[in-house]
């Protein structure tokens, strides 16, 4: 067996094996789409069977109109706007943040940046019930501003991030430009910022992610049905004391997935770039 033979056998081999993973891995979200397009009563009588027996496009119908008189119109809406503004709040003030801790040398920046790596390591869990009370303190329970005003403060992750995206680029651009009469906001908004937007855009694609498919935190905050998210719509929509329309609870599943996909797909490059390459490019 020639060596050119031996080699493309290996290649065969090898996009097999990542065809079969890649296929047990996709397998859960097909079976979703399949189920979205059967009979509720068929969807885990032949939930073997990724074919339905008719294709039942109106569960797509019959889902968005929701439950109690609310279309997933509102909730696709509540949703953008929570994701939207907390997504914002994060990456801006995340991005400040990065930029005081690795430009900005001030009393106990070493302490203040060792406590927020240690907040990296705090569970939700951990927090919740003091976050709790103290929101009901503040008669801030049943509004989206407990799950959009922590995003203003900064994410650790993000911070983290951004800080060793701008620790690439050298300080003497700082002080070229200080020698230009640029202060130091002028120097984050013109020579920082779009040398870290690979940096930012991966940060934003992980906070829409995450916003996008929370669920505890509208659980423990929202108590009015036209103020839910998806996550939590998809959740209600399901009624253990009633018939639960499968077909159509499954279509509502499959669409809250399109806007991850979408951003994903658009914006995956920047993943990559925002982790490995450096802040300058030439």
């Known amino acids: ?105 001030f009393t106990g920046r070493k302490v203040w940046f060792a406590l927020m790596l240690m907040t990296m390591m705090l569970p939700f869990e951990m927090v919740m019930i003091p976050q709790y009370i103290m929101f009901n303190w503040f008669n801030l329970i049943d509004t989206y501003l407990p799950l959009i005003l922590p995003t203003f403060f900064g994410y650790p992750f993000f911070i983290f991030l951004m800080i060793q995206f701008i620790r690439t680029i050298p300080p003497e651009l700082d002080q070229a430009a200080r020698i230009d009469g640029c202060n130091t906001i002028s120097i984050f908004i013109r020579i920082i910022v779009p040398l870290i937007v690979p940096a930012m855009m991966t940060s934003t694609i992980f906070s829409f992610y995450w916003r996008w498919d929370d669920f505890m935190a509208p659980l423990i905050y929202l108590q009015t049905p036209e103020k839910y998210p998806v996550s939590l719509a998809l959740k209600l929509f399901s009624d253990p004391q009633a018939v639960t329309n499968w077909g159509a609870l499954f279509a509502m599943t499959t669409l809250s997935l399109l806007p991850i996909f979408i951003i994903f797909f658009f914006f995956q490059r920047y993943i990559v770039d925002g982790i490995s390459t450096s802040g300058l490019k030439g």
Do not use: C, D
Not at 83 to 98: E, L, R, W
């Open 1 to 105: 067996m020639t060596y050119k033979t031996k080699n493309r056998l290996k290649k065969i081999t090898q996009h097999t094996l990542l065809g079969l993973f890649t296929l047990v891995m996709l397998y859960p979200l097909i079976w979703m789409l399949a189920s979205s397009l059967k009979e509720s009563s068929n969807v885990f009588v032949n939930a073997h069977s990724l074919i339905p027996e008719s294709w039942e496009f109106s569960n797509y119908v019959e889902g968005w109109k929701g439950f109690a008189g609310i279309s997933f119109t509102t909730f696709y809406k509540n949703t953008f706007i929570i994701v939207g503004i907390s997504t914002i709040g994060s990456i801006v003030f995340s991005a400040v943040a990065a930029y005081g801790f690795a430009r900005i040398n």
